[in-house]
């Protein structure tokens, strides 16, 4: 949008921008997730969207739950959907192992790399912000865990602190949640985390899992949950009662500032939209004085 790099307000563009997708549980030839759900056109409206932002972020970051039962067929269709847009954007993209994920898959057909139970680890230099992915996912099982080598690993990491500060790219979020049972699914040991972390220049842990957005502080830490691009939880429900639904998908766009890191929940939804801001309005805008736009824009009709 023209205008849109002037700086009407008290800060400054953001320094770096990631789009976080999260449970995105894709099925061989594209069957339906629990016979109801179509994930692949769930993760379509998803990068559409991405695209429409008219952005170029620094990163895609897939926080797990890349396929829903680990078929090498599942991770080739989800790599040949994303590539494309990720080459267009010019923006890495970050896969992050979930409990649904299978890592010799994983590894060989979205990373090529050998199909082996090596963790699927990496850390990236984003123009001075470092990304960390962990991974949490135990083989053969559906809760987390981060055992002594991957906390070792990830304390060498953090020894230095990064110009821009670091995220933590993980599937299984070391927060607590209102519904019952999914804590028997939760990342194990926490407190094991949370003393690696503690002094270290982390900003922010992104995560998935729970198929709702939500965000919470885990040692200090913010951590933000990015709902699921197949299906969400109807938190419209009673705890005990929250089941699956086909609505309330969505990503979040990630802004990070000198100050603070923001979460935007982005709805992956098709919704009238009424159009009152347009590149006219912004270069109006910016052509005035400070003064002028807070009169224009702020005050009150009398």
Known sequence: MAGASVQFGQYPPALRTIVHVSDTHFLDRNRPLQGRYDTRAGLERTLAKVAALGI??????????????GEPDAYRALREMVE??????????????G?????????????GSAATQERVTGVWDLDGLRLIALDTSVPGWHHGEIDDAQLSWLAAELAEPAPLGTLLAMHHPPIPTHLPFFDILELRDQPRLAAVLAGTDVRGILAGHLHYSTSATFAGIPVSVSAATCYTMNLARPA????????????????????????????????ETADYFDEEWVRRMAQL???ERLDAFSRKPS
Do not use: C, K
């Open 84 to 97: 494309p847009l990720a080459a267009e954007l010019g923006a890495p993209v970050i896969w992050v192992a």
């Open 99 to 111: 409990n649904h994920d299978e890592r010799p898959a994983l590894r060989e057909h979205l990373l």
């Open 56 to 69: 170029r972020p620094d990163a895609l970051v897939f926080t797990g739950d890349l396929t829903d039962l």
């Open 289 to 291: 004085t400070p003064a």
């Open 240 to 271: 005990m009662e929250v089941n699956g639904m086909d609505g309330g998908q969505s990503f979040h766009l990630v802004n990070v500032y000198p100050s603070t890191i923001t979460h935007a929940v982005v709805p992956v939804v098709d919704a």
